[in-house]
């Protein structure tokens, strides 16, 4: 079982930064796919960004150029950076995490929807 506590979360004006964090109990974090997702009010969950074993990073259209996603394994930490924020990246934050595995087509990371561990959330309100 994978705990997962997100932080940092809060208000900021249009432009603003706010550097989110996720903090996990497991054991051999560094074995593990991370991903970050979002929630916008009356909106479904959309993926924001996600990082491998290795470090790669993948980041959705929607906050590219705007986002660095980072993990520390040795303090079991996730990092979202996010820059130049705007009213429509108001939302619940996420992170996520599960094992490099086979997922029935292949060994990879999971995608989107087969994350299975999972936060609370952590809210951001971006005001004009």
């Known amino acids: 079982q994978v705990r997962l506590v997100e932080s940092g979360g809060g208000s900021v004006q249009a432009g603003g930064s706010l550097r989110l964090s996720c903090a996990a109990s497991?054991?051999?974090?560094?074995?593990?796919?991370l991903g970050w997702f979002r929630q916008a009010p009356g909106k479904e969950r959309e993926g924001v960004a996600s990082i491998d074993r290795t470090g790669t990073a993948t980041y959705a259209d929607s906050m590219k150029g705007r986002v660095t996603i980072s993990r520390d394994n040795a303090k079991n930490t996730l990092y979202l950076q996010m820059n130049s924020l705007k009213p429509e990246d108001t939302g619940l934050y996420y992170c996520?995490?599960?094992?490099?595995?086979?997922?029935?087509?292949?060994?990879?990371?999971?995608?989107?929807?087969?994350?299975?561990?999972w936060g609370q959330g952590t809210p951001v309100t971006v005001s004009s």
């Open positions: 996520a995490a599960d094992l490099f595995a086979w997922y029935g087509d292949r060994y990879r990371c999971p995608r989107n929807d087969e994350y299975r561990y």
């Open positions: 497991a054991t051999s974090y560094s074995s593990y796919c």
